[in-house]
């Protein structure tokens, strides 16, 4: 059967818990806006609908717990967005902690487990106070006699209700069988089911949606009655045109929405998108079926399993090294005697590029989904630590792999708590050495030579370098007298089960900190280093490969073997003379380039490789520049040329090996490891020690 | 993949097929089920600083797969690697491997009852990689137990590497 | 589910809850049976059937068009009133008699 549907049930969960992390985030983001105040009232109903589309999900899937608050988030938020309850300040607050714990039992329901029965309970209660006090204060009004019907709704009108569903509609566990159900509920319902995009049984797939629908209502319940059916579904739909058509036409001139139509208008209609994200349809005459193809009102998007661009992301790779195979098999060819091979052969290297840029393009997304956390945290802490902090964020569109920003979404986290509890001063502290009472926390990104910079930089106190430089002695991470340059001294603070915290703070965690950050960065093959000056600020930039499926390297042999440098690390590439290559006590070996000196490593004493060139007079050093800015000199064999490569992991049937950041595999088959530099330089400085 | 585990408690009773294969005069047998694909020998990529017997890594269909030298891993001594060499690909747990042996001897089927505990007194010091031995033919046929050899290995190398 | 051949008809019980997992299932068994080369009718038995969703109902209405394609019929038996009412309440109630009227 196809691929893109089994039965397995555990496809339809993890589409809605994919789902769910998108409602989450975009209620998150829809309620900070209100919380800035620069929200409207669509804001309101928006959280709204992800909170319901969350509980309807969880319904389905039996969730009860989630479903449990949901249920009373959602009422709540009825409840405000129907202006009963005013948005308050701290009505925004706790829709903010609302939203979170609703959170906490989304991942929980995806992880299996079960909260601690109390959880939320804080915020259960306060919710509950909100719609309990309403419903306190409504009691009078109720008590005038229910059935009186609102005055608006009194006489049947006719509704004309053109209804298509999302593809995906279904999949959401939203089914159009519960809103026809509804809206016959309203009144006098009749339906004409559109099937012509029904497919083949074959090519069917059965969670997609096929069918849509015209139907016509007589109800006396009124507009509103009808749009709150289809609200549910507003992110579902592709298409909704509710217009209003009484044959009776008494209503024309006095309806309200009736203004302004000319005397050779049909009778008065509304059109009425209720998708929020869709375009809003252009009126149409009432009566007027949607065009045939109705596709004026498009989705602009479609979801698709992560697992089918990974394996284009592989199929794309696999071309690559096709490509390179056939340019190499082609090198002893020359333009002259096959100048069609050759063009051929160019043109297929750059369509195979163009493909391949567009295919990496799929998995990116703006930082922007990592930024968006950032405003509540400084937030939130900045209120438990009693500092002001202003946040300031540029590059959210800057656009990185998904893995990378999943990776990413910790670390950060982590390094901006760190700014806030360790770098920015009380007001007082600040206002003592001149500050501004308000600190500025800068989160930025951007893209540079192939890589995204990330930074979070604090106007705060700096690293405190005595004090770090003490614990790392006491620690035993550095030995009394070892002299240390200061950006030594800094990055020992990512030195493992480091932590200057003087007391263990709830804001930035048990020392579980640096190292841990340092290495979810490494692992998704990015860097982090430190700049910090005392009294000025610190910034931590965080440099992080565009993809984790392909770079540019330069192919260098070493004896027998061949290894891959990243291009990005590569600065010059010289043959240095006898005057230039000196080897000094406890130094090793060193060059002498444009009056610098530069560590020389020798690549095959680290690696042990057999065979290999040891005098540099008679190899190639390639200088090479690591994340942290240092530069050291890798002595190879020779340079064989540079080439685009697919980056294969080497512990996903072995392990990490030290120096080697992944490997490739070249145009003849073979595999060649990439090398780590950062890790080299290290290696080296080891070696060199332990003479 | 999945079927990489061998139970053998749950199978007897039974009979197993095993893969058997020579290194010098010595045969062993390896589980059918945990056995992908086996293929001639090709040159492999040296990975630096790792035991003798890891003899580098090869690339299978785009895949990365690291192969083990079973003869160097049980008694020293590397396995001089020619074409005529079989690189047995086998899967433990999740991970794809391949083990270097000298040749493939044979598919045989034992009963569950013919399979013998190793002697305690083995003098090998692999004999915990050993699930039990079988008679063939004659042949002595020494079971593997490529989690033990495998898993321990990854995990222990994984560690210190870490540190 | 599965097909069991029962007087020369195809039969397929279905479950209780005719969700999006089923729905899947019944697509594909009634492909399987749409292609086996016979020309016996395919019966879907609802007596069991305590709900259905829309997913489910789509799949019987792309498989009765197949199955006319080959001259053959797809049958719908012990009709439950809930399935009855979900046809009607998409507005497919004809559908649904076509697929009862032996």
Redesign the interface.
Known sequence: MSDDQGYDLSQFKATYFEECAELLAMAEETIARLQEGSGSDEDLNAVFRCVHSIKGGAGAFAFDDLVNFAHVLETALDHLRSGRVALTPHMADLMVRGNDVLGDFVRAAQAGTALPPNHGADILAQLNTLIGGEQTTLKPVLATPPTAPPASAEAAKTFHISFRPAPDMLRTGNDPLLMFRELAGLGDLSLVVDRSALPQLTEMESSRSYLSWNATLVTSKGRNAIDEVFEFVAGDTAEIIITEGDAAAAFVGEAEEGEGWGLFAPPPVETHPVAPSAPAQAAKPAGTAPAAGGDAVHTASIRVDLDKIDRLVNMVGELVITQAMLGQQASGFTVESHPELIQGLQELSHHTRELQENVMAIRAQPVKALFSKAPRLVRDLSGKLSKQVRLVMSGENTEVDKTVIEQLSDPLTHLIRNALDHGIETPEERMAVGKPAEGTIHLGAEHRSGRIFIQIQDDGRGINRERVLAKALEKGLVERGQQLTDEQIDMLIFAPGFSTAAEVSDVSGRGVGMDVVRKNIQDVGGRVVVQSTPGVGSRFILSLPLTLAVMDGMLVQVGGQRYVLPLTNIVESLRPTAQQARSLVDVGEVLTIRGEYINLMPLHAIFGIENAITDPTKGLVVIVETEGGERVGLLVDELLGQQQVVIKSLDSNFRPVQGISAATILGDGRVALILDVSALRQMGALALAAQ | MQNAAPAPEVQTGGTRQFISFTIGDEEYGVDIMAIREIKGWTASTELPNTPQYMRGVINLRGAIVPIFDLRSRFSGGLTQASARHVIIVVSVHDRVIGILVDAVADIITVSAADIQPVPELDHHDHSGFLTGLVTVDGRMVALLDLHQLFDIELVADAITAAA | MEINEQNGRLVIELPAVL??????????L??DA?ARDTAADVILNFHNVDRI???????T???A??LRLAARRLEAEAVSPAVVD?FR????ASDLDQLLDT
């Not at chain 3, 969700?19 to 594909?28: G, H, K, S, T, Y």
């Not at chain 3, 969703?53 to 799949?59: G, H, L, R, Y």
């Not at chain 3, 309440?89 to 497919?92: D, M, P, Q, R, S």
Request: aromatic share 0%; charged share 15%; no cysteine.
């Open positions: 969700d999006l997992p089923a729905a899947a299932e019944i697509r594909d009634l492909i749409a969703s829309t997913a489910a109902i789509q799949v209405l792309a498989a068009a197949a979900a309440n998409l507005g497919l």
